[in-house]
């Protein structure tokens, strides 16, 4: 999955992260960090490398920027209906 780095900052300091993961709880370290992963690495994959690295698993790349978690789940059940 992934999501444009605006999405990510706004999810990056949204209450249910941050009472799910204590160590987003430090927004000013949690913040940089993620505008540091932006520059450092490269956070997405490019189709052609997933097909190189598993050429015999079947892969799924959702932008779920726009969606929400019950849409993105529908998403994935329909390529891997076996998750049901």
Not at 12 to 27: F, G, M
Not at 34 to 42: A, I, N, T
Not at 50 to 63: G, M, S, W, Y
């Amino acid at each position: 999955m992934v999501a444009d780095i605006a999405k990510r900052r706004e999810r990056n300091r949204h209450s249910e992260r941050l009472a799910a993961k204590p160590s987003k709880r430090d927004l000013a370290f949690s913040m940089q960090d993620l505008e540091d992963s932006v520059v450092k690495y490269q956070l997405e994959s490019l189709a052609y490398q997933l097909a190189e690295h598993f050429p015999d698993v079947q892969t799924l790349k959702i932008n779920n920027t726009e969606l929400s978690p019950e849409m993105t789940v529908k998403q994935v059940l329909q390529v891997f209906p076996s998750l049901k």
